[in-house]
């Protein structure tokens, strides 16, 4: 089972880039890693996955060092409503083992 | 727009009843479902595994017959908490496995506020 590390808590000013770092030593060659954001009183809502290398959708990038053993989840410049817990999970795409949520790191953006 | 589906997103039930969360997959079929509660300013706490026809997997020190879970079709899991207690009051969370945008991603539901009083 992937354990993932997060920062408990980060801070940012608007209109900065945010950079989120998830650790995850124990990967398994068919993992893959995901992020999730989460508000108050919803459900985690989908933000990126990735492989390896670099993804970017419309909202975020994604990084993945060549030995997959972290992953950088990229926010460029952050609202106010980017403020929120970011949590990374990491497993294959049929598997259970993406299901176990860390601690996340929670997220406030400064005005 | 949402592609897992829960309902109600609050119920109020009095101590010693039972009330049902529906989760509903939008758009696909999961054969597989997820029930997590999660307490106020901690993270997720995986429940059990829902599998379509048969029965469900729970997590250690999750009890089944309290939690009831039902998977009677490929887009619908119910999650029953029966003689609920306060100690139960908890947002309650569903996901599933789909491939909406291509590979294979976990949905959320917007999840349940239950409050036993």
């Known amino acids: 089972l992937a354990k993932t590390t997060q920062p408990i808590s980060m801070d940012s000013y608007e209109g900065q880039e945010v950079n989120i770092t998830c650790s995850h030593n124990?990967?398994?060659?068919?993992?893959?890693i995901t992020w999730y954001q989460q508000f108050p009183s919803q459900g985690p809502r989908f933000i990126i996955q990735?492989?390896?290398t670099k993804v970017t959708n419309e909202v975020a990038s994604l990084f993945i060092p060549a030995d997959r053993k972290s992953s950088t989840l990229s926010l460029p410049r952050v609202s106010l409503s980017d403020t929120a817990v970011y949590y990374c999970?990491?497993?294959?795409?049929?598997?259970?083992?993406?299901?176990?949520f860390g601690t996340g790191t929670r997220l406030t953006v400064i005005p | 727009g949402a592609v897992v589906s829960q309902h109600p997103s609050r119920v109020i039930c009095k101590s010693g009843t039972s009330v049902k969360i529906e989760c509903r997959s939008l758009?696909?079929?999961?054969?597989?479902m997820f029930w997590y509660r999660q307490f106020p300013k901690q993270s997720l706490m995986l429940m059990a595994t829902?599998?379509?026809?048969?029965?469900?997997?729970?997590e250690q020190g999750v009890e089944k017959d309290k939690f009831l879970i039902n998977h009677a079709s490929l887009t619908l899991s119910t999650l029953t908490v029966t003689s609920a207690h306060p100690e139960d009051s908890s947002f309650y969370i569903c996901?599933?496995?789909?491939?909406?945008?291509?590979?294979?991603?976990?949905?959320f539901g917007e999840g349940s506020w239950l409050t036993v009083v």
């Open positions: 990735g492989y390896k």
């Open positions: 996901s599933a496995r789909g491939s909406i945008r291509g590979g294979n991603t976990i949905y």
């Open positions: 124990n990967i398994a060659t068919n993992d893959y």
């Open positions: 829902s599998n379509e026809g048969s029965k469900a997997t729970y």
């Open positions: 758009d696909f079929q999961a054969t597989t």
């Open positions: 999970l990491v497993g294959s795409q049929t598997g259970a083992n993406n299901l176990f």
